[in-house]
């Protein structure tokens, strides 16, 4: 058994630095979302701690100027492909994105290891961040990559689902028959071009997005295997197996929905 604490760090100025479309109220808003959707999963408050880069920045400015002296510019342009037009803000942000890692050494005044769970995409902030934190005292963070939950036009076509492209999302705010219209409109699809030809050869269940996310979102193995035994062998058609995928989404969203209500009165609990 280990005690754990989680720190959540809502870096709300990152989008807005790295996209020019956004402004700094749109990434606020994004914030305040997440936010409900982390509690709503039901996190303990007195172990999870929300760390936002804006309102935190008295208490993280002075460690990531510690952190940003230890990274060249060089560095960063080579990670992120950086140029002379990229803002001054994009280059710098890499030291805020560090200070979590170490940041509950300081607050707890002793060494603790850190274990930071990411997508892919944030690779090269703690890439280098791995590099730095030790020269500043304190463990070389762990990390661990997190798989890409795929648009629903599929990685090819959408790559990772953004929730700032809403054809390729499902919102955990959408009511049941959005979910509906998007999974039969959206979803894309391994199956073949008619029921006799799928029914003949089966679908693939490599490409179809519906499968991919029931990876995710279905607990049992045993109910997955048959899916995929079931579509791959033609026995599954394309829109049941889009049915399926509603189903097991709409469930989930009408629990995490309720509880998603009760976590606006419970920020304050959360924010460190």
Not at 211 to 220: D, H, K, M, R
Request: with cysteine; aromatic share 10%.
């Amino acid at each position: 058994k280990f005690n754990v604490e989680l720190y959540f760090q809502f870096p709300d100025e990152e989008k807005f630095l790295f996209k020019q479309n956004l402004e700094l109220k749109d990434t606020q808003h994004y914030l305040h979302e997440n936010m409900l959707d982390v509690i709503a999963v039901g996190f303990n408050p007195k172990k999870t701690h929300f760390l936002i880069d804006t309102q935190h920045a008295n208490l993280m400015y002075l460690e990531a100027i510690k952190v940003a002296k230890k990274i060249t510019f060089s560095t960063v342009k080579a990670a992120f492909g950086f140029n002379e037009q990229t803002n001054i803000g994009s280059i710098f942000y890499t030291a805020m994105q560090a200070v979590p890692a170490f940041l509950p050494s300081i607050l707890k005044k002793k060494i603790m290891p850190c274990l930071i769970p990411y997508a892919i995409d944030q690779d090269a902030h703690f890439r280098i961040s791995r590099d730095v934190i030790p020269k500043l005292g304190y463990p070389k963070p762990a990390s661990i990559q997190c798989r890409f939950l795929p648009g629903l036009g599929g990685m090819d076509t959408d790559g990772k689902m953004s929730a700032s492209e809403a054809h390729t999302a499902i919102y955990t705010t959408d009511d049941e028959k959005t979910v509906r219209n998007k999974i039969m409109k959206y979803a894309y699809s391994g199956g073949q071009a008619s029921v006799e030809e799928h029914r003949k050869k089966g679908g693939n269940a490599a490409i179809d997005v519906s499968y991919q996310w029931l990876t995710f979102f279905e607990e049992s193995d045993a109910k997955l295997k048959k899916i995929h035994d079931d579509y791959t062998s033609g026995k599954l058609l394309s829109g049941e197996l889009k049915q399926i995928l509603i189903d097991k989404l709409n469930g989930i969203l009408k629990l995490h929905q309720k509880e998603r209500l009760k976590a606006e009165s419970k920020i304050d609990q959360f924010i460190l």
